[in-house]
């Protein structure tokens, strides 16, 4: 027994250990089949918010338009008031459609255009504009053309519509 008792020693020396086995590193994915599926369903939640953002931008690209338009108006002349005043209608017949804004006038149009954005129109502004579409005799302000492309641009930016439109 002592011969087996020796040899059981030897092998137990250290002198015959041998490395450590290291198991093969984890990947970077792991395998499991949920992690995949939750994987697309986040990619599908993305391509869903990119194409929303795109489709707001198309849409409001006549907003953006019209903005550069107003900037083009810097005479306070006549003409470029009622440019203005043409410009922030043909931007409600884009937003509303046709059938919509052709039947506004006058104190309707008014209230069309403050019912549907953030602007408020001043009976003296209201009277200043009809002065300037319907006398030949109008005298053009440095104010009134003021207010009017304030109103027009603040128009142009705060107007809302419906997602049915």
Known sequence: ???????????????????????EAVGCLPPAPGWYILGLLLLA????FVMNAYKRYK???????ALVEVVRY???????????LTLAKRVAIT?????EIARFSGDSWW?????????????????????????ET?????????????????WIKTHKVSDHV
Do not use: C, W
């Open 1 to 23: 027994m002592s011969v087996d008792m020796n040899k059981t020693i030897a092998e137990a020396s250290l002198d015959n250990l041998h490395d450590i086995i290291v198991p």
């Open 45 to 48: 939640l993305l391509g869903h």
């Open 59 to 65: 849409k409001s690209l006549y907003k953006r338009e």
């Open 74 to 84: 810097k005479e306070e002349s006549k003409e470029d008031m009622i440019h203005l």
């Open 95 to 99: 937003a509303y459609g046709r059938e």
């Open 111 to 135: 209230d069309f255009m403050e019912q549907h954005s953030k602007v408020k129109v001043s009976k003296e502004l209201r009277v200043e504009i009809s002065n300037l579409l319907y006398d």
């Open 138 to 154: 109008y005298q053009n302000n440095s104010s009134h053309y003021t207010a009017i492309k304030e109103f027009v641009t603040l």
